[in-house]
Nanobody, 129 residues
Framework: EVQLVESGGGLVQAGGSLRLSCAFS????????IGWFRQAPGKEREGVSC????????YYADSVKGRFTISSDNAKNTVYLQMNSLKPEDTAVYYC??????????????????????WGQGTQVTVSS
């Protein structure tokens, strides 16, 4: 059974940092990708970042470039999202999701929710001003 479990959310002041974790299991193929999304109340789900396990490529939304970093520990089957210089507008429920077979960004839009095959349950991140 494929499973994704997020952790690490919480309340932080503006300018602070949080690290989210996404523990995954049950994948069959090696060229999967793990993405992070967020959804604030009344807004659409937004792609934040993605990492391709096949070649290690990483992708970021413009709104988080230079502040967020996605990384992985394959020995632990975990992908992380390090979030620095947090802003109140980063407040949202953060989800990790997986694409089972990620060929290339030319064929798969990493930032679109419909590209993903399975989702975690989400973790709340609240940034106070």
């Amino acid at each position: 059974e494929v499973q994704l479990v997020e952790s690490g959310g919480g309340l932080v002041q503006a300018g602070g940092s949080l690290r989210l974790s996404c523990a995954f299991s049950g994948f069959v193929f090696e060229n999967y990708a793990i993405g992070w999304f967020r959804q604030a109340p009344g807004k659409e789900r937004e792609g934040v970042s993605c990492r391709s396990n096949g070649d290690g490529s990483t992708y970021y939304a413009d709104s988080v470039k230079g502040r967020f970093t996605i990384s992985s520990d394959n020995a632990k089957n975990t992908v992380y999202l390090q979030m620095n210089s947090l802003k109140p507008e980063d407040t949202a429920v953060y989800y990790c999701a997986a694409i089972f077979v990620f060929a290339s960004p030319d064929h798969v839009d990493w930032s679109h929710p419909t590209s993903y095959d399975v989702w975690g349950q989400g973790t709340q991140v609240t940034v106070s001003s």
